[in-house]
């Protein structure tokens, strides 16, 4: 037979057929000269990736040759080539020892200027105790009898619930389960205590860390802001050094925890062989809005109560047992904007009760700065094949058409794992559309925010701890930490584990994650 051809069987004729069945059957051969379709067999994104893997290893493949004519041109040095090349040495001496002093010059800045390595040797996520946990039909329930929402108010809450990716087991803090709610400054300072205490005991506990190795201690809250501070509350718990850099950040939302981040990584490259903690937390009992406005209704059925604490270090000796190691961070701000500066916003309404307002612009605000940010990280991290084809598509969109399509990169090539702030199920929901990710890359950002809600700048910790619980967490994955805070901002953090990670003791995964994943209905 010829190879070009293709031979099928088919069967022709009408009805069921059996031993004494009235329908026809017959079998036809057939042969084609075409040749299969490479489009329908041949899975196009591994020729990407293949076209990925041969420009990622250009520059090693153009060195091939080069090493191989060096190898070949040493083979067949003799004693008197060596000979030659030792008097040529002696009689330049004074040549010999300036390269050399310029050598040593050079190593010796290079290392003393050189950006000190961070590691993150744990950290602690906070798991509130059952009885706070708000299931929907009880958080319907509580909202009904405080007598502070219209029926309208009501009704926008409970679909809200419906559609926001909540589960039954998320948790508010003692005080919105009393009856009425008594959002007072003790119980604010309680709620505080309870998460911040609780995720830093877990934290030093597991780390094996005393509270006075701690030399930078930096904590976010965007809500609750009290005298002395929180981070002054941390010191006088566990009696911190006198000398230690404490800081406090307020108002600065849900990407705080980045910016903390960020914070206590250039302090660490200014003082050696130090200890930093970050502790990411929101309070939430005295930023209960009872109100009636809608764009003000909305935190109440998204924020929950969580907390994290994270233990970062320069000591080159932490890099043995750490989990990860900060590779980049990248921080964006569209507060020049008028509508970006007003998306997310405290305000009173017009009966004067306070709230945070959500702007119906959000979500398009959040994808400017999104844009914003990967623009700036993307050479950062992405494989020089993306970049090539990025710049290859914006070059021809500029000289060629404007009608071509930008090319946008694939960044499951540059990470393993993504911590998508839960903010609730429509960022996720537009992060997984615009970023091209498949369902498994923001399974822990939707679990997350189905097991605890919105925990603000702390989800993204919750997050990398479900990775960690599930397992797959493998030396040398990269993970990409993506956050959005009022102002308007958006933040990044990429980390690299430096071994197998499996989850700490107590972790806020522990009780749960043999559910998980669960399956959410749209």
């Known amino acids: 037979m010829d190879p070009g051809r293709a031979t099928y069987v088919a069967t022709a004729g009408g009805g069921s057929s059996g031993v004494g069945g009235g329908g026809a059957v017959g079998v036809q051969i057939q042969q084609s000269r075409r040749l299969p379709d490479f489009l329908q067999s041949v899975n196009l994104k591994y020729v990407k990736l293949g076209y990925h893997y041969l420009i990622s290893n250009l520059l090693t493949l153009c060195f091939v040759p080069l090493i191989i004519v060096t190898l070949i041109e040493a083979s067949q040095t003799n004693l008197d080539n060596v000979r030659q090349l030792w008097l040529h040495l002696q009689y330049n001496l004074v040549s010999v020892v300036i390269c050399s002093v310029f050598l040593v010059f050079g190593l010796t800045v290079y290392i003393m200027t050189r950006p000190r390595p961070v590691y ?3 950290y602690a996520c906070y798991r509130p105790p059952d009885h ?6 009880s958080f319907m329930e509580h909202s009904r009898l405080t007598g502070d929402f219209d029926d309208s108010s009501l009704e926008f809450q409970r679909k809200i619930l419906e559609r926001s990716g909540l589960g039954d087991e998320t948790y508010v803090p003692e005080a919105m389960h009393s009856i009425p709610p008594r959002p007072t400054m003790a119980a604010a300072r309680e709620e505080a205590e309870k998460v911040m205490y609780g995720a830093l005991d877990n934290l030093f506990a597991n780390a094996n860390v005393k509270p006075k190795d701690i030399g930078i201690l930096v904590v976010n809250c965007s809500l609750f802001n009290p005298t002395p501070s929180l981070s002054a509350m941390i010191v ?3 009696k911190l050094r006198g000398n230690i850099r404490s800081f406090n950040l307020g108002g600065m939302g849900c990407s705080a925890g980045v910016i903390a981040v960020d914070l206590a990584k250039d302090l660490l490259q200014v003082h050696r062989n130090t200890n930093a903690v970050v502790v990411s937390t929101e309070n939430i009992t005295q ?10 209704l909305i935190p109440n059925c998204l924020f929950r109560v969580g907390g994290a604490a994270v233990l970062l270090s320069n000591k080159s000796v932490d890099r043995r047992h750490a989990k990860y190691k900060l590779v980049h961070v990248v921080r964006t701000h569209r507060g020049a904007d008028d509508k970006a500066f007003r998306c997310v916003y405290q305000e009173q309404d017009d009966n004067g009760k306070t709230g945070v307002s959500l702007s119906k612009d959000l979500m398009a605000i959040a ?6 940010n990967i623009t700036t990280l993307g050479p950062l991290v992405l494989p020089i094949s993306e970049q090539l084809l990025f710049f290859a598509t914006l070059l021809v969109k500029k000289l ?3 009608d071509v399509k930008p090319y946008i990169p694939d960044f499951r090539l540059a990470f393993d794992h993504f911590c998508i702030h839960a903010g609730g199920r429509a960022v996720i929901d537009e992060l997984e ?9 923001v399974e822990a950002s939707r679990m997350t925010l189905h097991r605890f809600g919105n925990t603000s700048s702390s989800s993204i910790w919750y997050e990398l701890a479900y990775m960690e619980a599930m397992g797959r967490m493998r030396k040398g994955n990269r993970v990409w930490q993506i956050a959005f805070g009022s102002g308007f901002k958006c933040n990044s953090a990429v980390w690299q584990a430096l071994r197998n990670v499996k989850p700490s003791r107590n972790g806020p995964w522990e009780d749960s994650i043999h559910n998980y994943p669960v399956k959410l209905t749209s």
């Open 132 to 137: 706070l946990k708000a299931p929907a039909h």
């Open 287 to 296: 930023n209960w809005y009872f109100g009636n406005k809608k764009s003000m």
């Open 367 to 372: 994808g400017g700065a999104l844009k914003t």
């Open 236 to 238: 006088n718990k566990y």
């Open 433 to 441: 559309k615009n970023l091209q990710l498949l369902p498994i890359h």
């Open 120 to 122: 993150l040797v744990d």
């Open 400 to 402: 060629f058409s404007k």
